[in-house]
């Protein structure tokens, strides 16, 4: 029995023993005590490397150290073995890493930029380009095409001795191939093959080629060359320029085909702050959490923390409500709007109405004869919205369909409808979109519809026994209205991480936008789509992004003075809250006013902002200061924060006193909030301002001084809002809104402000 006993026992241990050997190794963020390493290391990725050896035998678990953007570095280990590590009084926390999802020629027209006259006080367009060549902006997205015109150097001077960046060879990337336009390209993908296995390598190599077309578009968004003749198959035909054409382009690859992995993230944003980046761009992003647990909200602060402007997209989860990504105050969290320029397409059914639509189809077309249109003939449930092997051949084969919007890609539902058998497709909106149209570039005659025509064709097909439809393609147009108007897809408030911070903080060009593609995959991105085209549409925050990147750029060749946080007040201070009817934004997911949650502070006017008057300034201590406020841990804390001394006995007593260039006042159980705020005169000598107050009839503003007398250029003044609630037990609504500008001849400064009396 004992001999028994004994050999069972053996075999538990055995067992045990081989599960170790097979535990899987995961990707592994350690946050350690900077200043604890031993004086026998002489680096810190030696100290690092020491700490892994005394956990495994492999042979070298470490893949990477981070010196800038964060204290410790990224490993492959067993959970185990992090947990080991985590017992360490040299290690302060230990996160397994998350992954982030990409958000995915008339833009400069419409922001202004094309003109000539009064771009910048004292200056001309010619002076603005001439500063931007020794700025700098990085991109961390899926890569570049190198060959894009969008990067030509033609007439570009030499790059900024201060450089400290690389063009890194990869399999299908020679560093020959960037410029004086294109100046660095690196590529951080440990994170990725750690996670997706050893097959991850062949099938994507380590390389700054960008294969998926996202990062192209960014990076020639923000900063692309002047590119004539410019199309997407005939579409939006014209000149394609970034928002900074004569700035320089940084390009990091941390997105690869099953996402964005946080050590690859944090990777690039360490090289970039190492590199000498002036802004960096990141179209990408994930939910929200608390910024000690945001691998994006670390990295950008210390980028901050050195000068560098950060611009994130806010995500592509609207119109629901606290939907954003990105929320930290330190960065400047960007959603979408549409263009004055449409791609109008047309359906005509068999009961003689015609009703319109949008298409960036470029065909034959199906030619003018109707053929018959059918609605959610599937072999299951998901035959409505077109899901892969969801049509029944034998019922649309020849025909329109009719596809609902949502859960799969709009693209891909044309293909499945293709796939079937169809000659066409009507991709109808549901609820969730609303009367947002948003054009793609589809293999078959396809026309979006919004929902309120979408349901007018979804009965008609239902409902008549021999329906019909063709389909007609229009080109494109000009001069649309109304616009902008806030997309449906554009993620919104309140947001959740800290409710006193307003966000997003603005709205920039993310519908239909014309950009630079990589020529490795064809315009709709699917696998089958053969066309080859050196320019795409594409839509999302991810394009509003770098649209406000590149008038980041423009601000700091105007302005090499000015702080992340004083170029980010003047982009939101003098945004307009109207479109070109004149009328409040109005929101494309219901056809109603926009507010603040949807639009931030409004729609970016880089003509105003390059002379705002007045700024919202913040330092690093201030950022220390509104942390405090949180509660967090003071290891979490110094997480974000770094090597910076923290103190929290000088906390602000509520996070909304943050000097943040808009208000978000949250209630709740009390009546009375107070604030106070910091204006910096970087207009002209002896101004003064006056303020206006905006308010719901449910809530008192009272502002002290009613009056700011600025003597001085770079002179501070203060002023305190006091707000007041009036509402009683049984009044409904949870949201109002209102402003409070301050404003002379010359400048207008507006804030936006929220009032919430609810937690949602």
């Keep these: 029995m004992g001999a028994l006993f004994t050999f069972v026992f053996s075999l538990l241990l055995l067992a045990q023993c081989c599960w170790c050997l097979t535990s ?46 964060y204290n410790g570095f990224a490993a492959s280990l067993a959970e185990d073995q992090a947990q080991d590590l985590l017992r360490s009084e040299d290690v302060l926390g230990v ?21 000539e006259t009064g771009l910048w006080e004292g200056h001309t367009a010619q002076d603005l380009n001439q500063a931007s060549h020794d700025v700098i902006v990085g991109v ?31 399999a299908d990337f020679s560093p020959s191939l960037c410029n004086k336009k294109l100046i660095g390209a690196r590529s ?31 990076a020639s968004t923000a900063a692309g060359s ?21 700035a320089r382009v940084a390009v990091y690859k941390v997105c690869w085909t099953d996402g964005c992995f946080a050590s690859d993230i944090l990777a690039g944003m360490d090289h970039a702050i190492q590199d000498g980046v002036d802004v960096l761009s990141l179209s990408l992003g994930g939910g929200s959490a608390p910024y000690f647990r945001d691998t994006i909200a670390v990295g950008a602060f210390a980028a901050v923390a050195r000068g560098i402007f950060v611009s994130c997209s806010a995500g592509n989860s609207g119109p629901e409500k606290a939907s954003l990504a990105n929320v930290a105050p330190w960065i400047m969290t960007v959603g979408a709007g549409t263009l004055d320029r449409d791609f109008p397409a047309f359906a005509v059914l068999g009961n003689k109405k015609r009703y319109s639509g949008v298409s960036l189809y470029s065909g034959t077309g199906m030619g003018t004869k109707p053929v018959g249109l059918v609605y959610n003939k599937g072999l299951n449930q998901s035959g409505s919205v077109c899901m892969p092997g969801s049509l029944d051949p034998s019922l649309v084969r020849g025909k329109v369909v009719v596809c609902d919007r949502g859960i799969n890609a709009r693209v891909e539902k044309g293909k499945v409808v293709r796939d079937a058998g169809g000659v066409g497709m009507i991709l109808a909106n549901t609820e969730a979109s609303g009367e947002e149209l948003v054009a793609d570039s589809h293999l078959l005659p396809a026309v979006a519809v919004g929902r309120i025509v979408g349901d007018q064709i979804r009965k008609y097909a239902s409902s008549d026994p021999n329906p019909t439809a063709v389909l007609g393609f229009r080109g494109t147009v000009l001069n649309v209205r109304p616009s902008p108007v806030v997309a449906a897809f554009s993620s919104r408030g309140p947001n959740m991480v800290t409710r006193q911070i307003l966000k997003p903080d603005v709205i920039g060009p993310g519908v239909n ?3 630079g593609w990589s020529e490795a995959i064809g315009p709709s991105g699917l696998k089958d789509d053969t066309r080859k085209t050196q320019f795409n549409i594409m839509s999302g925050t991810s394009m509003s992004c770098p649209h406000i990147s590149g008038l980041a750029a423009l601000l700091k060749a105007a302005h090499p003075e000015w702080s992340p946080s004083a170029i980010k007040s003047a982009l939101m201070t003098t945004a307009y809250v109207h479109d070109n009817t004149k009328s409040p934004l109005r929101d494309a997911a219901g056809g109603a006013f926009s507010t603040p949650l949807a639009h931030g502070a409004g729609h ?19 950022y220390i200061k509104f942390l405090c406020s949180l509660d967090y841990t003071p290891d979490h804390i110094q997480l974000i924060v770094k090597r910076h001394a923290v103190n929290c006995t000088r906390k602000f007593s509520d996070p909304g006193q943050l000097n943040y260039p808009s208000f978000s006042i949250l209630f709740g159980a009390k009546r009375v909030v107070r604030y106070t705020r910091t204006l910096t005169n970087v207009g002209e000598a002896d101004s003064i301002y006056d303020v206006t107050v905006d308010a719901p009839s449910t809530v008192e503003v009272r502002v002290k001084p009613a009056r700011l007398v600025f003597g001085k250029v770079g ?13 009683s037990g049984g009044d409904s609504g949870k949201y109002g809104f209102g402003s409070i500008m301050w404003s002379n001849a010359q400048h207008q400064v507006r804030s936006p402000v929220a009032f919430s009396w609810t937690l949602l």
């Design 140 to 170: 961390l997205d899926t890569g570049v095409w190198p060959e894009s015109p969008s990067f030509t150097d033609v007439g570009m001077p030499e790059i900024p001795a201060r450089w400290r960046g690389e063009c890194e060879t990869g």
């Design 715 to 727: 002179e501070r003044r203060r002023y305190t809002v006091t707000f007041v609630s009036k509402k």
């Design 95 to 115: 996160y397994e890493e998350t992954v982030y999802q990409l958000h995915t020629t008339r833009t400069p027209q419409f922001l202004g930029l094309e003109r």
């Design 604 to 622: 970016v006017n880089p003509h105003r902002a390059l002379s705002p008057g007045l700024v919202y300034d913040a330092s690093t201590s201030d």
């Design 513 to 515: 936008i014309l950009a």
């Design 226 to 246: 002047h590119v004539g003749n410019a199309s997407l198959l005939g579409y939006a035909s014209g000149t394609a320029r970034g928002m900074a054409p004569t």
């Design 188 to 218: 951080f993908s440990r994170g990725f093959h750690m996670a997706s296995g050893v097959g991850s390598r062949e099938k994507e190599p380590a390389s700054a080629r960008d294969r998926d077309g996202h990062g192209t578009h960014t």
């Design 24 to 69: 899987p190794k995961k990707t592994y963020i350690v946050h350690m005590k900077h200043n604890n390493k031993p004086s026998i290391y002489p680096t810190h990725t030696d100290w690092y490397t020491a700490n892994l050896q005394s956990l495994t035998t492999d042979s070298d678990p470490l893949l990477y150290s981070y010196t800038h953007a």
